[in-house]
């Protein structure tokens, strides 16, 4: 499989200020495999270190602050010289032992000509508290479930490169279109998770996906069990559990009495934090006003919860996949494509998505790229019957305007009509 990562880290291989690169994403989005990847293809070779599964590693940095004496004793226990620039070293299972991510500052300073690489499940709770880490000592790299063109690039090559060939304003050809959606909607089914895709290629077997999704739920909650930090696990699992039921409501704004009966947000809001923080859930925000900077406009108190990957969420809902094959409608089919687009888009730009909403209209999502504010309306069909949307734009008039459905790429008065398929390439396609 072929990760966009890749690209990233190669430019940060390259960059005169680099630093140790920390892989930040939940358990199982392919971080161990995206680090041997590039140590193999990017270095004339790599060593692995894992703290979960070496646990005598951690007494090397235990006792041991010189970078130097560090690889001189790494070197002695992968039975090679591990040399500056040439060789790629690999921390996996980091958050395992807090003085090898503490390190990281020592090989900034002392020994940079040495290019690490460090990953660990729920890091994203450890960085969330400046102490846990060398702030300021590291590059971070979000790694998320694989989007809709890495997915298409694994499963159908050809297709693929039409897709990526796809430039602004294009006509798409009904055959392709068709082709298309076909792939947009196993990928509803199947969703990002890089074994879910392994498995589909290999097997191409719905009932494996479906077992394989049951069993990473599992693996998750069973991460908040084991949780031992001052987040009640239990609320934690309270929360993960009520995404469904929260997004199938009208207005899909996060309600803390979804999640037990008379739940205050002094009771839930700390394990919201926890679950957002270990990239498990997407919180978008409600905006005051659609301006730039849109992170101003915030209003804390109002958000919606959506899930890090659609594949795993439709597997929650409990949706049958000949709803989503079959064209019919059922009710959390907006919920699903809103968490799909969500998906696409937040990878895109520097400022993640919010939503609006005032007495007169109802915005699914608003986009900043530059200074531009764009408004986007999903549709899970091709009815392209969106009053409230129209308002917004009538008195906004923003520069661009855009709708996800199952339509065609086309222009519709002053709303750009992109198929849901495109919301990978939104930026690209904004040039």
Known sequence: MKRNAIEELKKWKASDERKPMVLKGTRQVGKTWLMKEFGQNYYKNYVYFNFDEQDELKSI??????????????????????????????????????????????????????HVIAAGSLLGTLLAKPKSYPVGMVNLLNIYPMTFDEYLNAVDTTLFSYYDSIQKEQEIEEIFHNRLLDAYNNYLIIGGMPECIASWVKYSDPSKISQIQHELIEIYENDFSKHNGRVNSGRILMVFRSIVT???????????????????????????????????????????????????????????????DTGLLKHMAGIDNSAILLKTDYQFKGALTENYVLQ????????????????????????????????????SGENKSAPSFK?????????????????????????????????????ELLK
């Open 61 to 114: 940095f235990i006792k041991n602050k010189n970078p130097f004496r560090i690889i001189e004793l790494l070197s002695l226990i992968a039975s090679e010289k591990i040399m500056p620039e040439e060789t790629l070293i690999i921390f996996d299972e980091i958050q395992e032992c807090p003085e090898a991510l503490n390190s990281l500052k020592y090989f900034r300073e002392k020994a940079n000509d040495y």
């Open 246 to 308: 929260q997004l199938a409501k009208p207005n899909e704004k996060f309600m803390y009495g979804a999640v037990r009966e008379g739940g205050r947000a002094r009771d839930f809001e700390e394990a919201i934090e926890w679950l957002v923080s270990a990239g498990m859930l997407n919180r978008v925000y409600n905006v005051s006003k659609t301006e730039h900077p849109l992170t101003a406009f915030d209003k804390l108190d109002h958000f919606k919860l959506f899930f890090f």
């Open 344 to 379: 696409q888009l937040q990878i895109q730009f520097e400022v993640s998505p919010r939503y609006f909403s005032d007495k007169n209209s109802e915005i699914d999502f608003v986009i900043q790229h530059g200074v531009e504010i764009i408004p986007i309306e999903v549709k």
């Open 391 to 427: 308002r917004y734009i009538s008195h906004y008039q923003p520069q661009h305007a855009l709708r996800f459905s199952k339509r065609g790429y086309r222009k519709d008065g002053q709303i750009t009509n992109l198929p849901l398929y495109l919301a990978r390439k939104t930026k």
